[in-house]
């Protein structure tokens, strides 16, 4: 019984922390719908795949998400033109060098900008690379169509400003239900691991270097917690982790974990989801092992 009231109580803070960045992206991707066209992206983004791909991953750093809302953004994005590499460059890096995240880490590690700056720049080079691998070996869309969805193209351009609002509002609805329901399972997922497996059981595998890293991976993909607030469960393992499987903890969350990847799951198809994941573990891995 208190496994379960346990895991109520996990599993309701987790969507009552999540939901507000589900909104705010939602209403993210419902404005690119209806005020940015195909063209504006085409003329803000380089032509050039390597450099389109270095650009989106600065471009996170104006939008205040999380990795619990970036995918609807993501997938707006790919259908307005975006190029998938790009796209998923900024999937990458928004939710983790925006302001709100980066001042999230600031004060979680004392005022200080160290970890800041690791983060900041993990992310970024990750990003990069990750983009750079799949502009060479994607060639085609890996948006996925669901049977029972209709794709409904609207030309928001002759609408009035009233009508493109409450085609704003629409849009949000409907995206919020279509990722709502992959946060759900993902938190009902994420709830039950942390309540049957004690994190003080990873946490005593990590005494080496290669040990600690990949137990803070499989510690940021369990726990599932939003990139606001991520940093503030990565501090306390400051005493018990090296600080390069703490940057780990920061990075690969939140990029990869059970909410999201569900949410990809339900946007792209199986087969790039699985290439996507293995290459940002791999690089994530490789790179802790560097710092």
Known sequence: MNQLLQLNTIFISIIIEAIPFIVIGAFVAALIEV???ENMIVRIMPKNKILSVITASFVGAIFPG???GIVPITKRLVEKGVALPAAISFMLTGPIINPIVLF???????NS???VWYRAGFAIVVSILVGIVLSFVIKTNQLRT?????VHVHDHSKQNTKQKLVSVITHTIDEFFHVGKYLVMGSLIASAMQTFIPTSTLAALGHSKVAGVLVMMALAFILSICSEADAFVASSFRNTFSQSSIVTF???GAMVDIKNLLMMFGTFKPKFVILLVSLISAFVFIGSLLL
Do not use: K, P
């Open 113 to 115: 900008w160290t970890m």
């Open 66 to 68: 999380c990795e619990c």
């Open 146 to 150: 669901n049977a029972d969805e209709h």
């Open 35 to 37: 005020f940015v066209s």
């Open 250 to 252: 920061l990075v690969f």
């Open 104 to 110: 999230s880490t600031y004060i979680a590690f004392g």
